[in-house]
């Protein structure tokens, strides 16, 4: 399947510049557990 979006890769994003997700989503109800980790259901947070 083809993508619009340029292919980047990870040595060209600058994590560092990236919002904290801590303050852009709260954490709702634990969903369930999968291969890397628990998932959780999320709400935006209204800042």
């Known amino acids: 399947m083809a993508s ?3 292919a980047r890769s990870l ?3 600058d994590l560092s510049a990236l919002r904290d ?3 852009i ?3 709702v109800e ?3 557990n999968g ?4 998932v ?3 709400e935006r947070m209204h800042v």
């Open 4 to 6: 619009d979006s340029p």
């Open 11 to 13: 040595d060209e994003i």
């Open 21 to 23: 997700p801590a303050g």
């Open 25 to 27: 989503f709260e954490l």
């Open 30 to 32: 634990l969903v369930g």
């Open 35 to 38: 291969t890397y980790g628990q």
């Open 40 to 42: 959780y259901k999320r």
